[in-house]
């Protein structure tokens, strides 16, 4: 069974910093290309940052809204994608989602990150 299990959001103030990860079970890591989405209410999912596996050179993506705030990055031999977020926006509100793709793609069941003062 595939299990993708987000952790690390919460309520943080505006310009402070967050670092989710995602841990993944029943896949080999190593093969599939990892993402982070976001979702706000009323709004519909977006891409924020991906990272593909080492097969074929390690790629970064970035949404522009994270372009120099946010870092991915895996680590296969954990099996774990972390998402480190820094200078965080109220407009970073969303519930942030991990992705596995390859063949198949698959998804966890969301963490909450809360931006408020």
């Known amino acids: 069974q595939v299990q993708l299990v987000e952790s690390g959001g919460g309520l943080v103030q505006p310009g402070g910093s967050l670092t989710l990860s995602c841990e993944a079970s029943g896949i080999d890591f190593s093969i599939y290309d990892m993402g982070w989405y976001r979702q706000a209410p009323g709004k519909q999912r977006e891409l924020v940052a991906s990272?593909?596996?080492?097969?074929?050179?390690?790629?970064?993506n970035y949404a522009d809204s994270a372009k120099g705030r946010f870092t991915i990055s895996r680590d296969n031999a954990k099996n774990t994608v972390y998402l480190q977020m820094n200078s965080l926006k109220p407009e970073d509100t969303a519930v942030y989602y991990c992705n596995a793709e390859n063949r198949y793609m698959y998804w966890g069941r969301g963490t909450q990150v809360t931006i408020s003062s």
């Open positions: 990272i593909t596996t080492n097969l074929i050179g390690r790629i970064i």
